[in-house]
């Protein structure tokens, strides 16, 4: 009888050590998952980020049917947007913050985070990056973690991301003209029907391309219905230019009035393409050239930018563009014609 109040003395006290050792165990991974648990897996699921600083910036943006929009107002750049999304799942914790560091970082973090909140497509909030600026070596980001389980870590961390050396708060910047998309035409299979093409001061050069595929392609005057001979493999390499074409920005750098003025001006031409569902219209004026720059020669004063020309769509919002994409369209109506 002794003997078996002692074996279960014994059982009972093995049983306490263990059921200690696992609730520790147990509370310091739970502990140690509510301050570390950054990265998102699964970020198809990812319907809505919102993103706000101190100063009261903020920018939402929410994927739609039709890709990820900005304020609820326009396209979100594809790339921004791919690059948040590619942070989110492959981010780690590179090393926690030193002890005697932690104030000091509680303290930058407090004055200059940028608040990330990331919800599914339901709607329902997933989980919060506080993120703050990067560390003095450059190789890693500080940020705090708030979850709907654990709410908001006590300890910051400092982050890194596979495949990638540097600091990530560059990723999460706020203002909205550098998440709109500056995307035009993007038509990688040429479903394009029509492109007419104006020159408001040379009329005579303007034409228009109808196009239902393949060798299916007629070539006409810029106005009225009479088909023109025309060279076909130039006018197929004219169409290729469609498959992607945007702007540089929304930043002219510009006052309104004279943003006014270009806009009320007659442009040097008009593009307008049409597919089965719209009509997408852009014009194009020349940028007068910065004060004493010449063109390629070296030695003739270049009256316009050699750069960039500005562009307008039908949203009626100036923008600055790249000649090395836009001159590509500047093609007159006689060097398509057959001789």
Known sequence: MRKTGILLLVVL?????????????????????SQTDFAIPDTAAVGKI????????????????SGWSVNGKYRAREDAVHTLLKTFKNV????????EAQEEVVRQLAGAAKKVEIYDREGNWIKTWFVGPGTMDKKGTYMVLETPKWGRAEEPFILDMRGFIGMLDTRFFLDENEWRSVGVWRYPDLTISEVKVEYPAQTEQSFRITFDGGNDIKFFEGVGDESLPFDSTLVKDYLLNFKLASFENYKTGLPESTVDSILASTPFQIITLRDQNRETKVRLWHKVAPEGRYEEDGETIAEF????????????????????IWDKFRAPREIFIKK
């Open 13 to 33: 006290g093995l049983g306490a050590v263990a059921l200690y050792f696992t609730s520790t165990r147990s509370q310091s991974a739970s502990t140690l998952e």
């Open 50 to 65: 919102f993103m706000a600083d101190g100063s009261g910036r903020s920018i939402t943006l929410t994927r739609t049917e």
């Open 92 to 99: 780690y914790i590179q090393r926690p913050v030193p002890k």
């Open 305 to 324: 930018d050699l750069e960039y020309v500005y562009a307008a769509t039908e949203a009626g919002e100036l923008a600055r563009a790249q000649r090395f």
